[in-house]
């Protein structure tokens, strides 16, 4: 049960399914949202995999930001991340590191007429971050969450599972 500082969950939280790994089925030990939310947008590069046409994956490294409930990114048209997004917009997206994890399940979609808010804060949250913003974002992907895994270092007492309504 969350407490009553907690913040609204956004969607189910539960637990994974992952039979052999000790997650207990009880909810204390999960993680919040607010704390997973503030690992997505605080971090500076995260990995972006992709599906190729022949069912092979591609994962790389990219600058991205996490605003407003969702992960924008940008993709030069002739890579293979958007040759692969634009066959298969189905992807995944990860933060670097291993002790404080967050991995985002979602379809990328191309972002298309902007409205001058939604610049204004990738702006804002751009220039913040790396030091660098642009108000041309039109063209840029956008991955709003259909599952959200997360864990920190304690184990498997906090692993955490979030399912959002798509």
């Given at each position: 049960?969350?407490?009553?500082?907690?913040?609204?969950?956004?969607?189910?939280?539960?637990?994974?399914?992952?039979?052999?790994?000790?997650?207990?089925?009880?909810?204390?030990?999960?993680?919040?949202?607010?704390?997973?939310?503030?690992?997505?947008?605080?971090?500076?590069?995260?990995?972006?995999?992709?599906?190729?046409?022949?069912?092979?994956?591609?994962?790389?490294?990219?600058?991205?930001?996490?605003?407003?409930?969702?992960?924008?990114?940008?993709?030069?048209p002739?890579?293979?991340?958007?040759?692969?997004?634009?066959?298969?917009?189905?992807?995944?997206?990860?933060?670097?590191?291993?002790?404080?994890v967050?991995?985002?399940?979602?379809?990328?979609?191309?972002?298309?007429?902007?409205?001058?808010?939604?610049?204004?804060?990738?702006?804002?949250?751009?220039?913040?971050?790396?030091?660098?913003?642009?108000?041309?974002?039109?063209?840029?992907?956008?991955?709003?969450?259909?599952?959200?895994?997360?864990?920190?270092?304690g184990?498997?007492?906090?692993?955490?599972?979030?399912?959002?309504?798509?």
């Amino acid at each position: 049960m969350v407490g009553r500082e907690d913040p609204p969950e956004p969607g189910m939280r539960d637990r994974p399914y992952a039979p052999g790994y000790g997650i207990p089925s009880d909810h204390r030990g999960m993680l919040l949202w607010g704390n997973v939310e503030e690992r997505l947008s605080s971090a500076r590069n995260y990995w972006v995999a992709t599906v190729r046409a022949d069912g092979r994956p591609h994962a790389t490294p990219v600058w991205g930001l996490w605003v407003g409930g969702a992960f924008y990114f940008g993709a030069g048209p002739g890579t293979r991340k958007a040759r692969n997004l634009a066959a298969n917009p189905n992807v995944v997206v990860h933060l670097e590191g291993g002790k404080e994890v967050a991995i985002v399940e979602g379809a990328a979609e191309v972002v298309a007429n902007p409205g001058p808010d939604l610049v204004e804060r990738l702006f804002v949250a751009s220039t913040a971050e790396y030091g660098t913003g642009s108000s041309d974002v039109e063209g840029s992907y956008v991955v709003r969450p259909r599952v959200v895994f997360a864990w920190s270092e304690g184990g498997p007492r906090t692993f955490t599972r979030w399912a959002f309504d798509c």
